[in-house]
């Protein structure tokens, strides 16, 4: 699934058969093994805050560790890494700055089985952090649209397809609630196409992505783009 994001309170990325990356690079997915996990890490928490000297205090620029090794030199807000390998079973997540101040360790909200891949989502406020576990949906060939619900402050959120050429004549397709990703099937391919998240028909602010915005060699607008089957939507809080 080779993905393109931009950094937004709407995360949004193209996936591909077969790798993943971010909006300037791109690199291919190993197939996990019977006793491994695919994962990357997002980080959805506007901010990321310790006590110092008795105050919750933003600690700023953070590196991510995962289970104890260090997996991303800078983890700012609405950052994603590439997908790595990882042995199945609980991750357990912890942000620190170069002081040593950290955020966590968090354990991921549920075990991540063999063979499958997923994307972690680092979310909440101080003290109430917590690395919410999303299982990666199936592939296609055909075109599709998925929604990460990701937002602890939006419980359940609409999502949709709009025509990309005039910004408007917005069809919702489906729901997500918080904690969890839907997908729908567009058919085998779809043009003039935009992606938005919002209540009903209604997009929240800065909430609707045409492909063209998302990665800007799809001029056209359509799905599948090369290998580029699915738009997948990430909803956060913004910061």
Known sequence: MTNFFIRAALLAMLAALGGCGNSSASSATPAANAASVQVRFVEGAPLLEALVNGQPTDIGAAYLSVN?????????????????????????????????????????????????????????????YEAVVYEEPATSSSAQLSLYEASPSVRSADFGRFDASSHSNFV??????????????LGKSASNFGGYAGQGNKPFANGALTLAAVNSFDQRNVLPFNAATRMSLILIDPK
């Open 172 to 185: 919702k397709l489906g729901s997500a609630s918080y904690g969890s990703v839907a997908s729908v099937l």
């Open 68 to 128: 104890g090794t260090t997996v991303a030199s800078t983890f700012p807000y609405a950052a994603i890494t590439q997908f790595q390998s990882f042995r199945a079973g609980t991750l357990s997540l912890t942000a620190s700055d170069s002081l040593g101040y950290t955020v966590g360790p968090i354990k991921t909200s549920a075990p991540l089985q063999s063979g499958k891949a997923y994307t972690v989502i680092l979310l909440g406020t101080y003290p109430a």
